[in-house]
């Protein structure tokens, strides 16, 4: 009887471009990062884009260098990360077909309320880890190589802090992602950059605060790179490419723009401006 009407349902199936045994075999696979996971924006997005398409989207959110690592080696189809420097390197090494930006949002340093080094409100970033440094007041990196982590490396060179060298006494290297580095931040009264998204999202804040924001050495450009199948000759180039266009078309771009965390937008869409016209 079973077998009669998967027999019948065949034609149905098939009229509707679904067939059997196949229905949840079409994914592609993205190497991103934890910050974007952790904001929740894929949660938010994905099946959207899903629903659409019939594509599932399979994310392994890791920090960008690993994530840049791991599409080198063929294991993804798509790339969506955020230090566009090493984004670059990735298409001129011929990895990449083509970069775009797709989103930003800005990097915060967070901190306890009772801030020890005095630097709640400050707007220069480089100015406040001079401080942190000078007061040896516990700082937590996530030393994982990822975007975040290139970011804040990059502010303490121009503080002109060799911060790494401190490593394992004031400065502290967790090697985890963006919400286990909030965590182990918040245990150790300690101070921490984050993406702003991550932040809002967090939800083990206690006595953590945004202490220094509005520096424009700030700013979080994401972007979303093709897999180059010259390369990887297994790349889902069709699926993949359908992923890129949809994240940068009006309707991709209107979804990021519509994503908020308590109220308040977490990413803006670089192309917005497009989407309105």
Known sequence: MKQRLLYALVPVLLLFGITVGQASDRFIIVA???????????????????????IQVRVVAVGTGQAIKNARNC???????????????????GFGVKRYD??????????????????KGMKDATA????????????ASRG?????????????????VDAPKASGTWYRETGSGMGATLNTA???????????????????????????????????QY???????????KVKVADGQKFVDWVLSPQGQQVINDYKIGGQQAFFATASMRARR
């Open 32 to 54: 991103s990062t934890t910050s974007t996971q952790n904001s929740g924006l894929y949660e938010y997005m994905l099946p959207i884009f899903s629903k659409q398409t019939g």
């Open 75 to 93: 294991d993804a189809d798509v790339l969506f990360v955020h230090h566009k420097p090493s984004e670059e390197k990735f298409v001129a090494d």
């Open 102 to 119: 797709v989103m930003y949002n800005d990097f915060v340093i967070i901190g306890f309320k009772n801030d020890p080094a005095g630097i």
């Open 128 to 139: 406040a880890l001079q401080k942190i440094a000078a007061a040896k007041s516990p700082f």
């Open 144 to 160: 994982d190589n990822s975007g975040t982590h290139k970011k804040e490396l990059s502010l303490w060179r121009a503080a002109g």
């Open 186 to 220: 918040s245990a150790m009264n300690a101070y921490t950059l984050s993406d702003r998204a991550t932040w809002l999202n967090f939800k083990n804040k206690g006595d953590l605060a945004i202490v220094v924001e509005g520096d424009k050495r700030l700013f979080n």
């Open 223 to 233: 972007g979303i790179t093709l897999v180059n199948p010259a390369k990887c000759p």
